[in-house]
């Protein structure tokens, strides 16, 4: 009787051994497909429309642009190493002021914030932003009393949205915060949705053409509105430095780096005696873009109200992450190289 049960517990054992061998068999190795399938996953669906750069849900925001006072005595600025887009152009007197467009990040404060001319105005509204000055020219005023851009005017709001910071003199110490921002459009009635028409983007491995150029200078008038831009390959960006010092963030003292510097050849028409100029923004025309270390001859194109470059009848893909325009009367007698 023993024995009878001894077998039966045997054969019990090695009925349970054949069933886990059998398990350990039947159990699958893990698949490299599937392991790469889980990564291209993981990688996210969109990119914010002024950058390329990846994010993992849809940007929606709308676009914010701020006129940025680039007199030396405004200098470092602040919130410039935020922009997704610069625009720099030639005001009265051989100065140039920028204007900043945010929409994929936001500095917690910007400025000096300075005056409107009727080209900036235009360039804001080809990406739908909201308009950020304090004060205007008498042809700006009338174009913003028109309601052709949902604006906010430092003159009504000096203050208040408006600071005066207590470092600089005015017209240079006039600033404004996100959070400002944000409470302006909103007394305003402005919509902070509705995120720009996105540029084109080339992806990661792309070859980018052109020759190799690692430096450009522009030169605006004097040397205090000189600019020069130095391609780092370790970085892979651009350094921007203007009236020989380096374009940092004056809070964090974080520096402007950039990753396509597009200059553009557009008519620029002196309209009064005090100098003011109407800037030709529609015709298109010769233009210079740098990547990567590289320098490629391309045209401009205004798409939509957006400067955007061409070449060989198709918009040029940009390289993803920040872009700055300089918009210049005459390439050949402004541009050198080293």
Same mark, same amino acid.
């Given at each position: 009787?023993?024995?009878?049960?001894?077998?039966?517990?045997?054969?019990?054992?090695?009925?349970?051994?054949?069933?886990?061998?059998?398990?350990?068999?039947?159990?699958?190795?893990?698949?490299?497909?599937?392991?790469?399938?889980?990564?291209?996953?993981?990688?996210?669906?969109?990119?914010?429309?002024?950058?390329?750069?990846?994010?993992?849900?849809?940007?929606?925001?709308?676009?914010?642009?701020?006129?940025?006072?680039?007199?030396?005595?405004?200098?470092?600025?602040?919130?410039?190493?935020?922009?997704?887009?610069? $625009? +720099? /152009?030639?005001? *009265?007197?051989?100065?140039?002021?920028?204007?900043?467009?945010?929409? #994929?990040?936001?500095?917690?404060? !910007?400025?000096?914030?300075?005056?409107?001319?009727?080209?900036?105005?235009?360039?804001?509204?080809?990406?739908?932003?909201?308009?950020?000055?304090?004060?205007?020219?008498?042809?700006?005023?009338?174009?913003?009393?028109?309601?052709?851009?949902?604006?906010?005017n430092g003159l009504?709001?000096?203050g208040t949205l408006?600071?005066?910071?207590?470092?600089?003199?005015?017209?240079?110490?006039?600033?404004?915060?996100?959070?400002?921002?944000?409470?302006?459009?909103?007394?305003?009635?402005?919509?902070?949705?509705?995120?720009?028409?996105?540029?084109?983007?080339?992806?990661?491995?792309?070859?980018?053409?052109?020759?190799?150029?690692?430096?450009?200078?522009?030169?605006?008038?004097?040397?205090? $509105? +000189? /600019?020069?831009? *130095?391609?780092?390959?370790?970085?892979?960006?651009?350094?921007?430095? #203007?009236?020989?010092?380096?374009? !940092?963030?004056?809070?964090?003292?974080?520096?402007?780096?950039?990753?396509?510097?597009?200059?553009?050849?557009m008519d620029h028409?002196?309209?009064?005696?005090?100098?003011?100029?109407?800037?030709?923004?529609?015709?298109?025309?010769?233009?210079?873009?740098?990547?990567?270390?590289?320098?490629?001859?391309?045209?401009?194109?205004?798409?939509?109200?957006?400067?955007?470059?061409?070449?060989?009848?198709?918009?040029?893909?940009?390289?993803?992450?920040?872009?700055?325009?300089?918009?210049?009367?005459?390439?050949?007698?402004?541009?050198?190289?080293?």
């Amino acid at each position: 009787m023993f024995r009878q049960h001894w077998k039966v517990i045997t054969i019990i054992v090695l009925l349970f051994l054949l069933v886990g061998c059998s398990k350990e068999k039947a159990e699958p190795k893990p698949d490299l497909d599937d392991n790469v399938a889980e990564e291209v996953e993981r990688k996210p669906m969109y990119s914010y429309p002024l950058t390329g750069e990846p994010t993992e849900i849809q940007s929606t925001n709308r676009a914010v642009s701020v006129m940025i006072n680039n007199h030396p005595a405004a200098r470092p600025q602040s919130g410039l190493n935020k922009a997704d887009l610069v $625009f +720099e /152009v030639l005001a *009265e007197g051989g100065i140039t002021r920028l204007l900043a467009v945010f929409q #994929s990040e936001m500095p917690e404060k !910007v400025g000096p914030v300075r005056s409107a001319r009727p080209y900036y105005i235009e360039l804001a509204k080809g990406l739908d932003a909201i308009y950020i000055f304090h004060g205007w020219s008498p042809d700006a005023q009338k174009l913003i009393q028109s309601g052709y851009v949902d604006d906010l005017n430092g003159l009504y709001y000096d203050g208040t949205l408006f600071n005066r910071a207590s470092f600089r003199k005015a017209p240079h110490n006039s600033y404004i915060t996100h959070e400002n921002i944000i409470k302006g459009a909103e007394q305003n009635g402005y919509t902070l949705e509705g995120a720009p028409t996105s540029y084109k983007f080339l992806s990661e491995n792309d070859e980018i053409d052109g020759t190799a150029q690692s430096n450009v200078t522009i030169s605006y008038s004097n040397k205090d $509105f +000189e /600019v020069h831009y *130095e391609y780092n390959p370790s970085l892979k960006k651009y350094l921007r430095f #203007s009236g020989g010092e380096q374009t !940092v963030d004056y809070e964090t003292n974080e520096p402007v780096l950039l990753n396509n510097i597009f200059i553009v050849q557009m008519d620029h028409t002196v309209i009064d005696d005090v100098g003011r100029r109407k800037v030709d923004l529609t015709s298109g025309g010769k233009a210079l873009l740098l990547q990567d270390g590289k320098l490629r001859e391309v045209i401009w194109e205004n798409v939509d109200g957006r400067i955007v470059p061409y070449l060989n009848g198709g918009e040029v893909r940009l390289v993803p992450g920040k872009t700055w325009i300089n918009i210049v009367p005459n390439i050949e007698k402004m541009v050198s190289y080293e």
